[in-house]
């Protein structure tokens, strides 16, 4: 069985401020790994993945996010938060080579707030 | 319209009425997915379908019923509906048979059963 731990239920954080959510993950497979955005009133939004090779990965909007085998785990940053960035963040795993779509295990979510 | 839609948005139900939530992609996407979003919970899987006529449990199936007779629509019915079915629900597809292994989400339906 898969789970995910999103370390912080809430983080607040000042406008050009560094930010970084922490989400652990336990899986006795390899896994895929991804990190969603949820602006309110909206539906996920795919920011970054990770299902192979470099373990630092680029997404959009300026995040970036590390994929640590020994740790595992998949925080996820950005150097300098927007106003914009204000948003629910979700990491979610599926199983490598799964027969089941990309099914995918959520964490609880973190609730970004940047303050002006 | 193109890419994945849902509706209604908004549905105010009473206890005990059935409920039916349509998703309905344009993509083609073989794998479809049912998600609730509950305060504390993330999303929790409901149902998937894997294709036309196949579909399987998720982590919280019980009093949720789906259908998949085409690939582009996958309904989710509850078919007496409870308080404890107040939830946010989205509907996604993939195809993972590509490199991008990524779903797509709809806008969601808040569901309020009361």
């Known amino acids: 069985a898969q789970s995910v731990t999103q370390l912080d239920s809430q983080v607040p954080v000042f406008e050009e401020a560094p930010v970084e959510l922490r989400c652990n993950y336990s899986?006795?497979?390899?896994?895929?790994l991804f990190w969603y955005v949820q602006y309110p009133n909206q539906g996920l939004q795919l920011l970054l993945k990770?299902?192979?090779?470099?373990?630092l990965v680029k997404g959009i909007n300026g995040f970036e996010a590390e994929f640590n085998k020994s740790q595992t785990s998949f925080h996820l940053r950005k150097p300098s938060v927007h106003i914009s960035d204000t948003a629910e963040y979700f990491c979610a795993v599926s199983s490598l080579g799964s027969n089941q779509g990309g099914k995918l295990i959520f964490g609880q979510g973190t609730e970004l707030s940047v303050k002006p | 319209d193109a890419g994945i839609t849902q509706s209604p948005r908004y549905k105010i139900t009473e206890t005990g009425r059935q409920v039916t939530l349509m998703c309905h992609q344009t993509w083609s996407h073989s794998y479809m997915f049912w998600y609730r979003q509950d305060l504390g919970h993330g999303l929790r899987l409901i149902y998937y379908s894997a294709a036309a006529d196949i579909t399987d449990k998720g982590e919280v199936p019980d009093g949720y019923v789906v259908s998949r007779s085409k690939t582009e629509n996958f309904p989710l019915t509850l078919e007496s509906a409870t308080r404890s079915q107040t939830s946010v629900y989205f509907c996604a597809s993939s195809e993972p048979g590509t490199s991008l292994r990524e779903q797509y989400f709809g806008p969601g339906t808040r569901l309020t059963v009361t």
């Open positions: 899986s006795s497979v390899s896994v895929y």
């Open positions: 990770y299902l192979s090779g470099s373990t």
